[in-house]
């Protein structure tokens, strides 16, 4: 090997681990507070229900409503 490629070797390892160090790591870590789940649903829920029971009795009361 000549003087010139075993400099370009040199360089192009040094340009090679260089760039490997440049590499963007990933952390993957826990959340520091629990996760939180509101549960307001079901409660909407449970009042259409017994909103739909009170219509189906009010009709059938009153018949003649509509």
């Known amino acids: 090997m000549t003087m010139l490629s075993a400099q370009r070797v040199c360089v192009g390892a040094i340009v090679l681990l260089l760039g490997?160090?440049?590499q963007p790591t990933v952390k993957i870590e826990a959340p520091e507070?629990?996760?939180e789940i509101?549960?307001?649903v079901k409660i909407e829920q449970e009042v259409r229900v017994k909103?739909?029971?009170?219509l189906d009795d009010l009709l059938?009361?009153?018949p003649d409503i509509f």
Do not use: F, Q, T
């Not at 909103?51 to 009170?54: C, I, M, P, Y």
């Open 20 to 22: 490997a160090a440049c």
């Open 33 to 35: 507070k629990p996760i």
């Open 38 to 40: 509101n549960l307001n």
């Open 51 to 54: 909103v739909d029971r009170e």
């Open 60 to 62: 059938a009361e009153n």
